[in-house]
């Protein structure tokens, strides 16, 4: 008979992971709006202007549908036919997930185009993370490239953004050694990896080896000049769009009325509120408007009020539509209707 011990240890740390993050999301949400009448935020939200609305919204999809032509390419090389439904609806059901449990999406995503497409569900996930390291590398970049932007120094504004590109570089800079290894010396890397950690534990060793394989897979996954190019192509159209939201954002509220707004302005706000998607609080509730709203505040000039209203519109429309897609493509897509919650629980349990 096995013990329900580990399986408990593992409800409980995911309930912890939970609580903290919800903490985190309240935090953020009373310093975005301690300072504002909510009820002028409605008001504002509740005259925009839909033109705006809809092509905010077709922005944002089309990001996503992007970001599901980028992982095409990366998987290019491992399975050539892999569906776009399957790959926008695996991305946008892990979407979903993250706006209920931060950043179990990524692991929700990984595990359905893994079933859905035959793959092996492990390296699914090493290219997911091989994602997030070159959407880092994208935030740097554009955040480098809003310094530039704007006559204000961000950094006196903003003093944490200088960290956030030192951190960032280095993640990068650690990345690419470890892609380096992983690639180059396979072999011996894991054995020296497994060795290592297996001084402190064998179940750490264990684990390690795990991880260790699940990213080299992944990171392989990606050959080629074509699809080399295609995946930074579609990186850099990702950033580009988004930055085009921000600014259509703007526009949702008829904010060029109080002062000139452009795509640069656009282009900052993305940068630093991308910064919010790090922070571990379902669907970047909080953190995105705290960002969203300082920017506009402190770089811009607008008053708390319409720029509360700019960060509660931006986010509750992409809320709504990572949710209803989500249930969308998940039971558009997955036919035998198997319990996604059991299904990713099984997997976690396995990585």
Request: proline share 2%; glycine share 8%.
């Amino acid at each position: 008979m096995t013990s329900d011990k580990p399986n408990r240890f593992g409800r409980i740390g995911t309930l912890i992971n939970y609580g903290i993050s919800i903490i985190l999301a309240i935090i953020f949400l009373y310093i975005a709006f301690n300072d504002v009448d909510f009820s002028e935020v409605l008001e504002i939200v509740s005259s925009a202007n839909l033109f705006w609305v809809i092509i905010f919204i077709i922005i944002t999809m089309l990001g996503h549908y992007f970001r599901a032509l980028r992982w095409k390419y990366i998987l290019n090389s491992v399975k050539p036919d892999t569906s776009m439904k399957n790959l926008f609806g695996s991305l946008m059901v892990g979407y979903g997930v993250n706006c209920v449990t931060p950043k179990l999406g990524e692991v929700t995503r990984a595990v359905l185009i893994g079933k859905w497409e035959g793959l092996s569900r492990s390296s699914m996930f090493g290219t997911v993370i091989l994602e997030r390291v070159i959407d880092i590398i994208m935030i740097g970049v554009s955040i480098i490239i809003a310094l530039f932007l704007t006559g204000v120094s961000l950094s006196a504004k903003f003093p944490w953004l200088v960290t956030s590109l030192y951190i960032m570089g280095g993640i990068t800079i650690i990345s690419i050694v470890l892609v380096y290894f992983v690639l180059r010396t396979k072999e011996k890397f894991s054995v020296f990896i497994i060795k290592f950690v297996g001084k402190i534990s064998d179940k750490f060793a264990e684990r390690a080896a795990y991880i260790f394989t699940m990213l080299a897979e992944g990171f392989a996954s990606i050959k080629g000049t074509r699809n080399y190019f295609w995946t930074i192509f579609w990186s850099v159209a990702i950033i580009v769009l988004y930055a085009f939201g921000s600014y259509a954002g703007m526009l949702m509220l008829d904010m060029q009325k109080v002062q000139p707004v452009t795509f640069g302005m656009g282009w900052i706000i993305m940068s630093i509120s991308a910064i919010g998607v790090m922070i571990p609080t379902p669907g970047n509730t909080g953190s995105y408007h705290t960002l969203a709203k300082s920017s506009l505040v402190l770089i811009f000039g607008f008053d708390e009020t319409i720029s509360a209203a700019y960060a509660f519109l931006t986010h509750i429309i992409g809320y709504i539509l990572f949710i209803i897609t989500a249930l969308i493509m998940f039971f558009l897509i997955n036919k035998h209707r198997d319990n996604l919650f059991k299904v990713v629980e099984t997997e976690i349990r396995e990585i």
